[in-house]
């Protein structure tokens, strides 16, 4: 057991070496751990900023998911779409203040640091925590959008932020047996606890797809889904100090990772979409329906539009005809005084 922990330690100091994490600069000693290769700073009214093209991605991303929020939102009927929504949200909170912990805004030997660290954990184990969860609404074991859908995300939700939140701001302040030098618990909750999380979705998706749905397309969106998240971890943990040697320190895996978390986050959204069908009668979309109106009685034309209408006897056009006889003017024109057509009317 002994072994087995002090692997975990020495795997995630590792880790820390490779990529430079939110958390690790709060582990492994009082000085944390300080990555092998990182990419340029750039100075900005006298401040200085680290990771600039990860904190762009960044932003790119909170733009992006403010775009699919809006759409989810415009899906009124849709299913799952409150639940849905909820991941969304927390994907964007993670983003903002990812922002300012990358990028140095608020630095490292802040003392607000590792509590904003410590949100920032919890932040990431609840959404996944709320991604598995939404996993399982196609299932219809709790009516989507009811109170009990919801709450029992919320609470879920809420449960893992709490404990992440708990674990990670112990293991930087050392207390409740907690200790930076041997990060156990928050390597379950920041390594582990996503991949398994990913894993069960993408296999309750396959699922849902194969005995629920006819369509077969929505399968390329979770393999896209599911490669650009493999991408991401393999960059991060395997490649990023090669990366960054090769690019001389102008980007490093980070950036890559960032990039392709975006783009899996953008595969959940499509998938999503397209599994998903409103009811027309009563979705509240952001356009108003126009309806073209076929009846030229009520198009409210020009008379070009009534050529064959305008053209008979009553509009002063030629004398109607019958197929294989005569009109009623030809029948009535040789009848003699008071016989003209149309008839006048008789008495008996």
């Known amino acids: 057991m002994g072994v087995?922990?002090?692997?975990?330690?020495?795997?995630?100091?590792?880790?820390c070496q490779t990529a430079a994490l939110v958390v690790c600069p709060l582990l492994g000693s009082a000085q944390g751990v300080e990555p092998s290769c990182y990419s340029r700073n750039v100075e900005i009214a006298g401040t200085l900023i680290f990771?600039?093209?990860?904190?762009?991605?960044?932003?790119?991303?909170?733009?992006?998911?403010a775009i699919m929020i809006f759409?989810?939102?415009?899906?009124?009927?849709?299913?799952?779409?409150?639940?849905?929504?909820?991941?969304?949200?927390?994907?964007?909170?993670?983003?903002?203040?990812?922002?300012?912990?990358?990028?140095?805004?608020?630095?490292?030997?802040?003392?607000?640091?590792?509590?904003f660290a410590a949100v920032?954990?919890?932040?990431?184990?609840?959404?996944?925590c709320c991604l598995l969860v939404n996993g399982f609404v196609g299932f219809q074991f709790a009516e989507d959008g009811t109170p009990l859908s919801l709450w029992l995300l919320r609470l879920s939700t809420l449960a893992v932020f709490g404990v992440s939140f708990f674990i990670a701001i112990a293991t930087f302040?050392?207390?409740?047996?907690?200790?930076?030098?041997?990060?156990?618990?928050?390597?379950?909750?920041?390594?582990?606890?996503?991949?398994?999380?990913?894993?069960?979705y993408i296999v309750s998706q396959l699922i849902l797809v194969f005995r629920t749905l006819e369509d077969r397309w929505p399968?390329?969106?979770?393999?896209?889904?599911?490669?650009?998240?493999?991408?991401?971890?393999?960059?991060?943990?395997?490649?990023?100090?090669?990366?960054?040697?090769?690019?001389?320190?102008?980007?490093?895996?980070?950036?890559?990772?960032?990039?392709c978390m975006l783009l899996s986050v953008m595969m959940v959204y499509k998938y999503w979409d397209s599994i998903t069908r409103e009811d027309l009668e009563f979705s509240v979309?952001?356009?108003?329906?126009?309806?073209?109106?076929?009846?030229?009685?009520?198009?409210g034309g020009s008379d070009a539009d009534y050529i064959e209408d305008t053209a008979s006897n009553y509009y002063g056009g030629a004398p109607a005809s019958l197929v294989g006889g005569v009109s009623g003017k030809q029948l009535y024109s040789n009848a003699g005084p008071g016989r003209g057509y149309p008839p006048p009317m008789e008495r008996y």
């Not at 087995?4 to 880790?15: E, K, M, R, T, W």
């Not at 889904?225 to 320190?249: M, P, W, Y």
Request: charged share 10%; hydrophobic share 55%.
């Open 120 to 128: 920032y954990t919890g932040l990431v184990a609840g959404a996944y």
């Open 285 to 299: 979309g952001s356009k108003a329906t126009v309806w073209e109106v076929k009846d030229p009685l009520l198009a």
């Open 173 to 200: 302040k050392e207390f409740a047996g907690f200790s930076f030098t041997k990060p156990v618990a928050l390597f379950i909750i920041y390594i582990i606890w996503p991949l398994v999380c990913a894993i069960i």
């Open 71 to 115: 759409h989810i939102r415009s899906k009124y009927t849709a299913v799952g779409r409150k639940e849905i929504l909820m991941f969304f949200y927390l994907y964007a909170i993670i983003e903002l203040l990812a922002i300012f912990l990358d990028s140095g805004i608020i630095p490292t030997s802040n003392v607000s640091y590792p509590w």
């Open 219 to 259: 399968i390329g969106d979770i393999i896209f889904g599911a490669a650009f998240f493999t991408i991401a971890q393999v960059i991060l943990f395997a490649f990023s100090v090669t990366i960054c040697d090769a690019i001389k320190h102008y980007i490093d895996g980070l950036f890559f990772f960032t990039l």
């Open 4 to 15: 087995q922990l002090a692997s975990i330690d020495g795997a995630f100091s590792s880790v």
């Open 51 to 65: 990771q600039p093209a990860t904190c762009f991605v960044h932003i790119v991303a909170i733009i992006m998911t």
